[in-house]
């Protein structure tokens, strides 16, 4: 089946400097990929998708890069600010999504921005 | 709008014991979904329910269960409770066909069994 994983489980960054956060999946076939973040207490938020036909996407002060031969993916967060601190999530459906939701979520990391 | 609510925000059970979880999705949305998140980890599929069926099933044992009522809010009953069940579970919805950056998650119950 699907798995998930994060090569770094803490990254702690200035604030301003830029943050990138990895993530490895195992299945090939994997044609669509999210990235979420989870601030304490809140559920997971919809950061940024992107699916197998790109290499990158970009949306406002994130970025995500995928590289297919090697299945990893990352986020990468310009300018970090102190509300970025929170655990970021990379997932991926599984399947179809006409009814939605089941997602195959990797372990996170969590990403502190200091002052 | 309300967002996803889920009740109640925190329980604690002990063992054996049993817990109802609730949760009322978007107005408008008809499906909803349910994670189990250890601390430490990313959520896990529980269940998936559409129009008051369910659609999809994670790998948790039968003392998991579920439904959805006609209003397309939903119940998560968990038996027979053990201290591994101790987690923060999330409820997520969306309407149908809806892309994942129309799927909002709720911020969950968090459950300790001691």
């Known amino acids: 089946g699907e798995s998930v994983g994060l090569h770094l489980p803490t990254l702690s960054v200035q604030e301003g400097d830029n943050s990138i956060i990895n993530c490895a999946y195992s299945?090939?076939?994997?044609?669509?990929f999210i990235w979420y973040k989870q601030e304490s207490g809140k559920g997971p938020q919809f950061i940024i998708d992107?699916?197998?036909?790109?290499d990158k996407r970009q949306g406002q002060r994130v970025t995500v890069l995928l590289n297919k031969t090697v299945k990893h993916l990352s986020l990468q967060i310009a300018a970090t600010q102190p509300g970025d601190s929170a655990v970021y999530f990379c997932a991926v459906p599984p399947g179809t999504m006409e009814y939605g939701n089941k997602l195959v979520f990797g372990a996170g990391t969590i990403l502190r921005v200091k002052s | 709008d309300a967002g996803v609510t889920q009740s109640p925000t925190h329980l604690i059970k002990t063992r054996g014991q049993h817990v109802t979880l609730r949760c009322s999705p978007i107005s408008g949305h008809k499906s909803v979904s349910w994670y189990q998140q250890v601390l430490g980890q990313g959520p896990q599929f529980i269940f998936q329910?559409?129009?008051?069926?369910?659609?999809g099933r994670g790998n948790f044992p039968d003392r998991f269960s579920a439904r959805q009522f006609p209003n397309y809010s939903s119940e998560l009953n968990v038996n027979a409770l053990l201290l591994g069940d101790s987690a923060l579970y999330l409820c997520a919805s969306t309407r149908r066909g809806g892309a994942y950056n129309e799927q909002f998650f709720g911020p969950g119950t968090r459950l300790t069994v001691l």
């Open positions: 329910y559409y129009e008051k069926e369910e659609r």
């Open positions: 299945n090939s076939a994997s044609d669509y």
């Open positions: 992107i699916r197998s036909n790109m």
